[in-house]
């Protein structure tokens, strides 16, 4: 390879630091003595630094004064996570911060393969065109840098990678879509142009609200799917009537006489409570039966006490009173009463006599103890196959009837119309 290019008085020769890698010494040479042959003064390590120099301030002074700044780089580079050349690149590096940006300083070479979008390489290194000279060996890239170098030509501008073409490309917006006309109506077509009033309002409608904002039409969509969600879960359920006016008011007997109950005194007419619930409330059950049209899922049997303990049969009329009236409320057409308690609190009894109201589950409960420490229990069981789903123990002093009665409407099993 011959250096032709002309030299002039007046144009000094541009100096070239070369920084590299130790274990490309070798490359390094090749590519000094091809850059000298062109009249570019090449500097490195080996050749200027002298025993007894201060390195480090003559590296820094190398790079601060010279024309060009060369980085080989290589799989040796790569390979190196620490070495003396990474603080050159960074020196450089620095230098090109006081520079304009169309001046021409790094020129990096490259050795082999070493592939530029993922090199362990300073950004600033990126920004410029790389030369690829493989082992050093002198081809016709390095001769037309040296020349391009040598007459003070800029270098070609930097290459701007396929990512950022991607970034920096604009998307060009959907047409926008414009309303329908509006129907012309014919004479005798009523009935078709009254169709196709109808389809230019709902496609207006639709036009409109593609027009909309993006997130505004998101929450739109989202809203719909609840509703869709909604309604989908609500038509899995039978429908649930209301209340009629008689159950209401047999509802409201069964209160007055809990509350009658509690706040009495008299033992006699406490003996005889069970009898007017079960009048109020037989009733109630089989209007709310006939009214939905459904077998009744549950049967509730009052709850017992001891015939001779009339405190007794008071607070069981009192609690089965408000737990009766909560379940007519709450799980109306689906409750049947049972006539008579149970005399004792078996579950085989409470079993037969729900097979023979063809019920699902049966409650049932009752009061026993002494007088000073009277406690209430009420079950639930299954009456496939007997089993008791719950069961609870109250104590009677300080007991709050009502708060009995919720807990346990809320631990009857979901019936049919739930």
């Not at 390979?79 to 450089?92: D, K, L, P, S, V």
């Not at 509006?182 to 639709?206: C, K």
Request: one cysteine or more.
């Amino acid at each position: 390879m011959s250096a032709d290019v002309p030299q002039t008085a007046d144009r000094p020769c541009p100096t070239v630091f070369l920084s590299y890698a130790k274990e490309d010494r070798a490359a390094v040479q090749r590519i000094r003595d091809t850059l000298a042959r062109f009249g570019l003064e090449a500097w490195y390590d080996e050749s200027d630094l002298l025993g007894g120099d201060a390195w480090d301030q003559k590296i820094r002074r190398q790079i601060r004064d010279c024309d060009l700044f060369m980085p080989v780089i290589s799989a040796n580079t790569e390979a190196r996570r620490e070495g003396y050349f990474r603080r050159e690149w960074r020196f450089a590096v620095e230098r090109t911060l006081d520079m304009t940006d169309d001046t021409v300083f790094l020129v990096p070479v490259v050795l082999d393969d070493t592939a530029e979008a993922h090199a362990r390489v300073p950004d600033k290194f990126r920004a410029v065109q790389w030369t690829r000279l493989p082992g050093g060996q002198p081809n016709a890239a390095l001769e037309a840098l040296c020349r391009r170098l040598v007459s003070g030509e800029a270098e070609a501008p930097p290459v701007q990678r396929p990512e950022t073409r991607t970034r920096t490309r604009h998307r060009v917006p959907p047409p926008r879509r414009e309303f329908p006309v509006f129907p012309r109506e014919e004479p005798g077509q009523r009935a078709r142009f009254s169709a196709q009033v109808v389809l230019w309002t709902l496609q207006s409608i639709w036009v409109g609200f593609q027009r909309f904002p993006k997130w505004v039409r998101v929450i739109v969509y989202f809203w719909i799917a609840v509703l869709v969600l909604q309604w989908s879960t609500a038509s899995q359920h039978h429908e649930t009537r209301p209340l009629s006016s008689a159950q209401v008011k047999n509802i409201a007997q069964l209160e007055r006489l809990a509350l009658a109950l509690k706040n009495g005194s008299s033992t006699a007419s406490a003996a005889k409570a069970a009898k007017p619930i079960a009048k109020i409330a037989n009733p109630a059950a089989a209007a709310a039966s006939v009214a939905t049209n459904a077998r009744p899922s549950a049967l509730v049997i009052p709850f017992s006490a001891p015939p001779d303990d009339g405190h007794a049969q008071k607070l069981a009329a009192t609690v089965f009173a408000k737990v009766y009236g909560r379940l007519i409320a709450t799980r109306h057409g689906h409750i049947a009463l049972s006539a008579a308690p149970l005399p004792t609190l078996h579950a085989t009894a409470a079993e037969a006599r729900g097979r023979a109201e063809h019920s699902n589950y049966v409650l049932y409960g009752g009061v026993r103890g002494r007088p000073s420490k009277l406690i209430l229990t009420i079950r639930i069981i299954s009456v496939a196959n007997g089993s008791v789903l719950w069961s609870k123990e109250y104590p009677m002093a300080g007991a709050n009837p009502a708060q009995i009665a919720s807990e346990t409407v809320a631990k009857l099993p979901k019936l049919h119309s739930d």
